[in-house]
């Protein structure tokens, strides 16, 4: 049994511990007193201060200010914001005053043609220059344009059920889901003459053809090009209209692009695809390279039974180069020849 002294002295050590606890609880109240305004003023100017600004003194760089020794960077373009066709220059003009270079007869001729200067849009020659017709594909030429304008060579362009629902003409082994580099489509489009191709661009660019069409015909107006006018990417449709002048405006904007000139020469090329075999090889139309016409480079041909055999040809020599524009032509390659002949030797 435990001595009552001890047991006593418990006791009091017991009532003398709740004193001590109301002491410690008022000496934290008071400092919390204290402390509260500094909690105040700091949150305040956390408040207020930007936060992907650093604070005074520390180590992270803070980001570049916009100065007149440091421009502030521009957002980067993306490729389906409108891009005008021609930036800070004049329109092309394809003037049609003035008297031609040559006179040449043709037995069976085109119903429109015209050839010009691509350089200087210089008339050589003209017959029915201003006469609206159907174009077929040679509407792919302000496909091309379009695209260049807005997009990147090496974006992918994803392959929709719209694009593998085409007509006529095609690349034809477009893979349904998958992904293309958009410049082997671009040469799909210019030396197949891919209608598919034409729609899968359309949809990259524009979300659908209907908008991509709206495009290309607000770019005809801008240019100034009033036999013009686009139904569709592909130029299928007997809607698709334009003249000889117009087209000839075009190919000046066409041989100017880079992108385009580069294809438009080419006879035949391949390119990693994603089919088997890992390759696609595309092999062009243009009549004038293929028959090794001498200093052809380009540029595009088109038929459907409406529009007949029409064809843009491009050539250069003796530093000159000269077009000519064939609607509806009996023998694109007779009659193409014979007439940048004629340029070539008295223009």
Known sequence: MSSPIKGGTRRRRDIRRPGRRRRAR??????????????????AY???????SPARGSEREPFPLASAAQPAQKTPRLSREPSPLVRDQPVPEVPMSGVDSFHIRMRKPPRAALVFDVSSGEVLWRWRPLTALPIASLTKIMTALVVTSRAKPSE???????????????VGILPKGKRVRLETLLNGLMLVSGNDAAIALADHVSGNERRFVGLMNQEARRLGLRCTRYADSHGLSAGNR????????LTRLAMANRRIARIARRRQVSFRFPIKGGHIFLSGHNPLIR?????AVGLKTGYTEKAGRCFVGVARRNGRTLGVVLLNSPNPLKHSAALLNEGFAKG
Do not use: E, H, K, N
């Open 26 to 43: 008022r000496i934290v109240f008071a400092v919390a007193l204290l402390l509260a305004p500094l909690v105040v003023a700091a949150s």
């Open 242 to 249: 334009s003249c000889a002048r117009d087209l000839a405006v």
């Open 291 to 295: 028959a090794g016409y001498r200093g």
């Open 156 to 170: 992918p362009v994803r392959i929709t059920r719209a694009a593998l629902a085409y007509q006529g003409s095609g």
């Open 46 to 52: 956390l408040a207020l201060t930007p936060r992907d």
